[in-house]
């Protein structure tokens, strides 16, 4: 059996193993558990590598930077996607439901509205369409004090969000997930779909960062 | 379903040993209802390993974020949780 940790979406995998970390504490306990799946049969540590990086290559922020860029050029489908975010991202061939009965749900930004994504209980994101959540998004620092301080957190990630805006912080407390809809920057009247999408980074899908065109 | 779009409700204050879904910070605390979803297998039970978990119907409640942490929030913030019904008691006969 190999040590692999199987939380790709954590960090780099060369870092020192501190075995009292909570990272060395999951990498034991998965390792028991590719262990106990093996001795009965079930699957081989390879089968769990194969379904995780099958998942993984199609799992990436290009998925929700298409969802935007569609909705920016096509209203009917933004209506649909803010309605029903789950049936909108099927009609793009987009499918989150891998291991959890979960709903997606989009939440606009606009003039008067700037929202922000957290899991505070845990790190529950979005995976298949953005792919392995970032180490900030997981830290207990972003959890603790995105819910109560947002617009400072913000700050501190470049985006200025005034008072009189104002701030929807989304805890990811049961079994949505969500994906943020942030304005079409300025200055991109006329571009295609994948122009568009390339002005939209990882961070904002979150709500984290803005387009920049 | 037990409570409707806009209504006002208060979260349990209770603190049980075993897994459970409202955070610390929003026990007791009031809010509305600002979505109502499908119903899904409750989280503590699903946890202690029950083979037929109670299905109950999921909500967002929108609380300010002053309702929260009185005097302690920044202004115009609004915090959103999913929170199952059994979470949850109307505002006129919370606890």
Redesign the interface.
Known sequence: MSDHTHDHDDHGHDHPHDHGSPAAVMTARVNALIGALETRGVATDADVTTVIERFLAAAGPSNGARIVARAWVDPAYRALLLDDATAAIAALGLDMSHWA?V?L?AVENTEQVHNIVVC??CSCYPIALLGPAPQWYKSEAYRSRV??????VLREFGVVVP??????????????RYLVLPRRPPGTAGWDEDRLAATITRDALVGAAEPIA | MKFSVGEAVQTSGRDPVHHYRVPRYLRAKRGRIEAVHAAFPLADARAAGDPAPPVETLYTVAFAGDDVWPGGAEPNTVYHAELWESYLHPLETAP
Request: proline content about 8%; hydrophobic content about 35%.
């Open positions: 009965p709903a749900r505070t209980l819910v109560r301080e947002p617009r400072a008072d009189d805006r104002d701030v929807r912080v989304w805890d990811s407390t049961a079994e949505l």
